[in-house]
């Protein structure tokens, strides 16, 4: 039964972190095509839904921690998913006066190709067993 049960649970993990990978790699081309078709102020528009989700996504993992399904400390999930869960709710949600701010489209690519690497990295560790080298240290 232990065997099933680890099992299942890297199967959970590998589609976890495969489908939010896939909603990050979204949010980074809909912001490069509405940076260079439109320049700044069309980044949050063209990546709204996406951001909001793929932020959003991301409580799971403080559900993940609780349960125990990972190792990560709940202390150090706890503030990263909630501080970003404020600036895409709180803050981009709330004024949106703050969305076309040439900052918005740093953010929401530095973003993107922090969590594509993040992402990535624990898909293949779940799917495979190990990660490239190279993913490990650009993670």
């Known amino acids: 039964m232990a065997g099933f049960l680890s099992t299942l649970k890297r199967i959970y993990l590998s589609i976890y972190n495969w489908a939010v990978f896939a909603g990050w790699l979204q949010v980074l081309v809909f912001a490069i095509k509405a ?41 150090a999930t706890l503030p990263q998913i909630g501080s970003r869960l404020f600036v895409t709710w709180g803050i981009l949600y709330s004024f949106p006066e703050t969305r076309t701010h040439m900052l918005v489209s740093s953010l929401v690519i530095s973003w993107s190709l922090t969590e594509i690497i993040r992402y990535s990295f624990f898909g293949l560790k779940e799917a495979l067993g190990f990660a490239p080298s190279w993913l490990l240290w650009l993670r």
């Open 35 to 75: 940076l260079s078709e439109s320049g700044h102020t069309a980044v949050y528009d063209a990546v709204e839904k996406s951001l909001q989700l793929a932020q959003t996504a991301a409580v799971l993992e403080i559900i993940h921690g609780l349960i125990g399904l990972v190792r990560s400390p709940i202390s």
